[in-house]
């Protein structure tokens, strides 16, 4: 009976100060002190797809592949650089302005391309909408989104042309009406590759080279990168 009496106190004891023990040796869950990355996202648009060709180039080449193929390489080189990326097609098919419009805005990016090239022309052209400025609302009207945000669209076209005039690249901006872009109400420009020509303006690269259109993916992944600078310092691109 005294043995009994003694062990079980020992043990109790024993048993607290394992307790106590593990609680002091518990993990800790660390304590982050990196803030989250900002939100940041590039869409890209292949223009044309499926049934609609898009224009004839040279090699009886349609404007659909060139515009796809090109999406596939600046979307590899901007993912290499960290960049989040959006598509509208990976494949072959048809898609209407207002389905492009419709995948841009629900992904919210802080920078929307729509790709296309031609046979007219020399290097890159430039196009923002034609649309006037206007106050931003809760919900933007179809087919004039793209005026709250305007500013901003002719602000990466600059950034653009900067890059690729500093690449080497001739570059040709403008405005015009744009179906698609016209609906979306991310920073937007239509891009269009053109042939490549020297001095005495003979082709010397068609927009569905390989090669050209790595040295053009080049210029504008490195301004897509100053882009995404200029809109953290302004807190510009945070959802």
């Not at 210029?219 to 995404?228: D, G, I, N, S």
Request: glycine letters at 6%; hydrophobic letters at 45%.
């Amino acid at each position: 009976m005294a043995a009994s009496g003694w062990t079980k106190p020992v043990c109790i004891a024993t048993l607290a100060l394992a307790a106590l023990h593990g609680f002091a040796q518990a993990p800790v869950p660390p304590t982050s002190s990196t803030p989250s990355q900002p939100h940041f996202v590039v869409l890209l648009d292949a223009a044309h797809g499926g049934e609609d060709h898009g224009g004839t180039l040279s090699n009886n080449q349609s404007e659909k592949a060139v515009t796809l193929a090109f999406s596939v390489r600046l979307r590899s080189l901007l993912s290499a650089r960290g960049i989040q990326v959006v598509t509208t097609r990976e494949a072959d098919k048809t898609l209407a302005a207002s389905d492009r419009a419709e995948l841009a805005n629900r992904a919210t990016p802080q920078a929307c391309i729509s790709l296309h090239a031609a046979e007219t022309g020399s290097g890159v052209h430039l196009f923002t909408s034609s649309l006037s400025p206007s106050a931003a609302a809760r919900f933007s009207a179809w087919k004039t989104a793209q005026s709250a945000v305007i500013t901003r669209s002719l602000a990466l076209a600059g950034v653009l042309n900067s890059a690729l005039t500093q690449a080497g690249f001739n570059v040709t901006l403008g405005r015009t009406a744009l179906p698609g872009i016209d609906s979306m109400t991310c920073p937007a420009v239509a891009l269009e590759l053109a042939p490549q020509r020297d001095a005495s303006h003979k082709i010397t690269a068609e927009p569905g080279d390989a090669g050209y259109q790595a040295s053009i993916a080049q210029a504008l992944a490195t301004a897509l990168l100053e882009w995404k600078s200029s809109q953290a310092e302004t807190g510009a691109h945070l959802p």
